[in-house]
């Protein structure tokens, strides 16, 4: 069995692929491999572990057809064309669970900055602007006692919402397809309507999978109706908002800050005037980015593409 890897991953992926006497390759360039390299390099292989966001439409999987599998190093799926997978037969593994702890950080970590304007701040020293002690100037919100809402409430909402619930006492509120009753037991966390979600959080903070029916959740008319004070926290993907109208939404004031570690493009521009407003924190898709994590998610990405190839049950793969 030969596997090609797109890019190099942590070395417990590689101790287990060479146990069970799987053979690879991994791009190990410092640029993407084009798509015609990632035809070539996968005809020879029987398996892909995606180690990157590469995205493997209906198109690329056809002309893949003979995988057996496609091992994501990734919980989300969402650069995955689900449906053509099934119908070549390709399974998909992903890896949820090992990095909600280490995502949820990332979000509390944009909601402090973000609160508290942290990034512009260190930014003043950088660049010269500290000046004097202005007592109105560069002031931040506080997170004491206020309303988290939550737009997607599995195990990454979960663990933010612990951490918001059990630093601030922020009162939990959240949307999603299905109640999370252990939320609501252990966090006293409320089900609301998306409307009442718009309407009554101080803090928004997405989490939902990227789908068709969550795509542009927050445009225009989501901001619109969020309070002015509101701070909007996306760690999940980039096209969970529309940025034009996030960028009108900040500029206008018409909510008060953001914080981001997922842009609709990535990288984004180094142009986006996102970077260079005072009340957004932003941070490079970094949310799983731990040694402990990724350790995790290269275990677990080796332990479905293995399993896979041996005709056994995968321990997570996308259904
Ligand atoms: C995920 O697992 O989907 C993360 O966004 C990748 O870092």
């Not at 900040?250 to 970077?275: C, H, M, R, Y």
Request: aromatic share 8%; net charge negative.
């Amino acid at each position: 069995m030969h596997i090609f890897i797109t890019r190099p991953v942590p070395e417990v992926a590689y101790r287990l692929l060479d146990e069970e006497k799987i053979t690879y390759t991994v791009w190990d360039k410092d640029v993407p491999q084009t798509r015609d390299e990632l035809i070539a390099l996968s005809m020879k292989a029987d398996g892909v572990i995606n180690a990157d966001a590469y995205k493997f439409d209906h198109d690329l999987l056809e002309k893949l057809s003979h995988l057996k599998v496609i091992s994501l190093t990734s919980v989300g799926f969402n650069n995955i064309d689900i449906a053509a997978a099934k119908k070549f037969d390709i399974k998909i593994g992903h890896t949820p669970n090992v990095l909600s702890q280490a995502t949820a950080d990332i979000a509390f970590l944009l909601l402090l900055a973000t609160s508290r304007k942290a990034f512009f701040h260190h930014k003043r020293i950088l660049n010269g602007t500290w000046g004097m002690f202005q007592p109105t100037g560069g002031l931040g919100i506080e997170l004491y006692g206020k309303t988290l809402g939550i737009f997607g409430l599995g195990k990454i909402g979960l663990e933010m919402a612990r951490k918001c619930f059990h630093a601030y006492g922020m009162n939990i509120i959240y949307h999603n397809r299905t109640a999370n009753e252990d939320a609501e037991r252990e966090l006293n966390a409320k089900y609301v309507s998306m409307d009442e979600l718009l309407q009554e959080s101080d803090v928004i903070s997405a989490h939902s999978p990227l789908t068709d029916e969550t795509k542009g959740t927050f445009d225009k008319e989501a901001f619109d109706k969020m309070k002015s004070k509101a701070i909007f926290i996306n760690t999940g993907r980039g096209a969970l908002h529309v940025e034009q109208d996030l960028i009108e939404a900040l500029e206008s004031k018409q909510i008060w800050g953001a914080g981001l570690d997922v842009f609709e493009q990535e990288p984004t521009s180094p142009d986006n005037p996102l970077l260079n407003m005072e009340n957004v924190c932003t941070l490079p898709h970094i949310g799983s980015a731990t040694e402990e994590t990724r350790a995790r998610m290269a275990e677990l990405a080796a332990r479905n593409i293995i399993a896979a190839l041996k005709g056994s049950k995968m321990p997570a793969e996308v259904q």
